[in-house]
């Protein structure tokens, strides 16, 4: 390993300081472009940078490392300290991780935005953490250098010790308050991916060990001193205002401490503040509210999939537009398929519903929030409670789950506590959702519909491809910063991924939106667009093998486009660990499905059989190009738990439906996710060896298993599922 290390000036990096504990903190912020680069590569473009990051060397030997993004249950808290513990040199049972708090240092260097969401966190930050790590250890060696009056060149770094010549070692923990009073390098050399001892391993979770034996605090654990608990009396409609309200009865409730409205992001709710949680949910019970819903939409699904299907049969906002899509006109009946498909509002359902602890202090504020977007949502605090962000520490809690439910680009759930917090200050208030709460007065995945007109060729590929899609969109006319980089031509690219970017070489291709107001609160669910868009694709895609009596794999390979690399390698690493798809009992059936998202790309095969009426998924085999894999174990864990949450959709209780603009479900019992007997007995999981960059897997898996499931289901019955969920088999 060479390393060249060169000094910096104050302004490239705001410092490196030895702590009051003795420990080396090591903040990055760089102003510049990075001059790092891999042995024998280039500098990545400067738009990657400024890297930032803390790492802490204690006394003990123990190596904290923050990490700039929510764990949510993605792996991060693991993944982002393994890249920075490679190139550390670190030890790495003396690692830990720690979440950073809210704060401009741990934006995403690509989207400048501190946060998670798009599978965005390996992509985004292993180029960073790894700098920071290469940084870090030429510091540590530079110490030991100056140290042993030698030059760095004749030391090196093996698991937290620097080892120089005459057989001289010295620990980091003894070398950390040196190395802060080095200036940091600007220049570092880092690893060649050959010389990786832990990355590409499997390596058990930090994290892991806490969350099983009950000890990890979440944000629902939270209990600080003098806190007290408050819940919303939400409006039945969204969008209705409070009339007034009769709260004698509620009053009587031994804890309650405070009554009183306050506005919601549409119209306005009650709030109930009370010693702790079950005084409050008694007390809420027992209001009685007058709601003015008064020119106020009443969403109803059956009304609305009406509306929705007569739009899909008008002209509509041009999406993409490439050769001819008249040449439908021109193909005979027999050679076209007309499809249309339906898909629900979607819940996104987290274990742990929202939460947020805020104390007010007048001049100043701290919060406690499991956040996807919490620069954004500090923001939305001290503005509501009149003071500037700087005046709020923004502490970022452990999430049992989001699915992007934790990602609301109004900061919604925070202006209310704040709201609450403004009227009681002094005190922690911690608002919390109950089930009921999140599934009847949350934000949903939209419901759409998608019309499709295929013409097929000689050759049994598909020469024109017509699609239209009905639906809302999620950031067009909210005036949210995405919306100016996420709408183009008035379309949300959000609405459409999947079907601008499909992966197939179609000739004539002509997608086209309407994109309706709904008085609907939408967000962005796990998967976005793929979640629908892949289910028509692929579903169609499968049809056509069909009809051309190909196999389903084959068939796919042979339409890719020559660019669609990723597909194509994981359509064929699946196609070598599927054998079992050409020896299955008669009463069974495999499907096949694929879909990327941001870099990724997944492919799936599933075994399925009827029994009772009741559909049973024997196995399901995935094959995955991630890049590199950073720790195939988390990988391995992401494409089992995306598999489980995209069967949510598929199955008889996974949709969010309105009647009358009030949402039907109120729980799990209405809005049901997988059971054990509804999962694959058997998931095996295959990874394409790959040197490219490691993008993510959080996102990608979620949208195959209900196409593949639906395609195994057609081979079955001979019907095709153009609905989900799917009601009947």
């Not at 095969?605 to 991630?626: E, K, M, P, Y």
Request: proline letters at 7%.
């Amino acid at each position: 390993m060479t390393s060249a290390v060169q000094a910096t000036s104050r302004r490239g990096f705001i410092k490196a300081s030895a702590l009051a504990a003795g420990g080396l903190m090591v903040t990055l912020y760089l102003d510049s472009p990075s001059a790092a680069s891999a042995q024998g590569g280039t500098p990545p473009p400067a738009h990657i940078y400024p890297p930032d990051a803390f790492v802490r060397i204690l006394p003990d030997g123990t190596i904290a490392i923050t990490v700039n993004r929510l764990e949510v249950g993605q792996g991060m808290q693991t993944a982002l300290p393994m890249i920075l513990a490679e190139e550390l040199d670190a030890d790495w049972t003396h690692v830990v991780g720690q979440l950073a708090p809210a704060g401009d240092v741990y934006k995403d260097p690509v989207i400048g935005v501190q946060l998670i969401g798009g599978s965005c966190s390996i992509l985004d930050s292993f180029q960073q953490y790894r700098e920071l790590g290469a940084r870090t250890r030429a510091m540590l060696i530079a110490a030991a250098a100056d140290r042993w009056g030698v030059g760095a060149d004749q030391c090196r770094a093996d698991k937290s010790v620097v080892y120089g010549p005459g057989n001289r070692s010295a620990r980091y923990a003894e070398l950390a308050e040196g190395a802060a009073r080095r200036p940091v390098p600007a220049v570092v050399q880092l690893k060649d991916p050959s010389q990786f001892r832990l990355i590409g391993t499997w390596v058990r979770r930090i994290d892991g060990r806490a969350k099983c034996d009950g000890s990890q605090q979440f944000g629902l654990d939270l209990n600080l001193p003098d806190m007290l608990t408050a819940l919303l009396m939400r409006p039945p409609i969204f969008g209705a205002r409070v009339r007034g309200f009769d709260d004698r009865n509620a009053r009587n409730v031994a804890g309650v401490r405070e009554i009183f409205e306050v506005p919601l992001v549409a119209g306005s709710a009650v709030a109930v503040v009370a010693n702790g949680f079950w005084a409050a949910k008694q007390a809420r019970d027992r209001l009685a509210v007058d709601w003015d819903v008064s020119g106020i939409e009443h969403p109803d699904s059956v009304q609305l999939f009406a509306m929705y299907k007569e739009l899909a049969g008008t002209p509509g906002t041009v999406a993409v537009s490439v050769g001819d899509a008249q040449v439908i006109d021109r193909i005979p009946a027999p050679d076209r398929i007309h499809a249309e498909f339906e898909f629900q509002y979607l819940a996104h359902a987290p274990m742990e519903p929202l939460n947020i602890t805020v104390r007010n202090d007048r001049d100043r504020a701290e919060a406690w929030v499991p956040s996807q977007i919490p620069g954004w949502e500090q923001t939305a605090l001290a503005e509501v409670l009149g003071i500037k962000p700087e005046q709020v520490t923004y502490h970022v809690l452990f999430a049992g789950g989001s699915f992007g439910r934790r990602g609301t680009t109004d900061s919604h759930f925070v202006r209310e506590a704040a709201a609450i917090a403004k009227r009681l200050p002094g005190r922690p208030i911690k608002l919390m959702y109950t089930r009921e709460d999140d599934m009847t007065s949350g934000y949903y995945r939209p419901m759409f519909v998608h019309r499709v007109d295929v013409g097929i060729g000689p050759d049994g590929l598909p020469v024109v491809w017509k699609h239209m899609i009905v639906g809302q969109s999620f950031v067009l006319g909210t005036g949210v910063p995405q919306e100016a980089v996420l709408v183009k031509n008035g379309v949300d690219q959000l609405v459409i991924e999947g079907t601008a970017d499909s992966p197939y070489a179609t000739p004539n291709v002509h997608v086209s939106v309407h994109q309706p107001k709904v008085n609907v609160p939408t967000l962005s669910h796990r998967s976005v667009g793929y979640g629908h868009n892949s289910f028509v694709r692929e579903t169609l895609i499968d049809e056509l093998a069909m009809r051309a009596k190909t196999d389903p794999i084959a068939y796919r390979l042979n339409l890719l486009k020559p660019d669609a690399k990723k597909f194509r390698t994981s359509l064929t690493l699946l196609d070598q660990q599927s054998a079992w798809r050409h020896r299955l009992p008669a009463d069974h059936a495999s499907g096949i499905a694929c879909s990327q998202y941001n870099g990724t790309c997944v492919a799936c095969a599933v075994d399925v059989s009827i029994g009772n009426g009741r559909l049973r998924i024997h196995r399901a085999t995935v094959a995955v190009d991630c890049g590199l894999a950073v720790n195939p174990l988390s990988i391995e864990s992401q494409m089992h738990g995306g598999l489980i949450f995209g069967l949510t959709q598929v199955l008889a209780r996974g949709a969010i439906t309105l009647k009358d603009g009030r949402v039907e479900q109120r729980n799990f019992d209405g809005y049901t996710p997988p059971y054990i007997k509804d999962a694959p007995m058997t998931v095996d999981v295959h990874i394409v060896p790959s040197s490219d960059p490691p993008t993510g897997c959080g996102e990608p898996p979620v949208p195959v298993i209900a196409p593949a499931v639906a395609n195994a289901l057609s081979a079955l019955t001979g019907k095709r599922y153009r609905t989900l969920p799917i009601a009947t088999i």
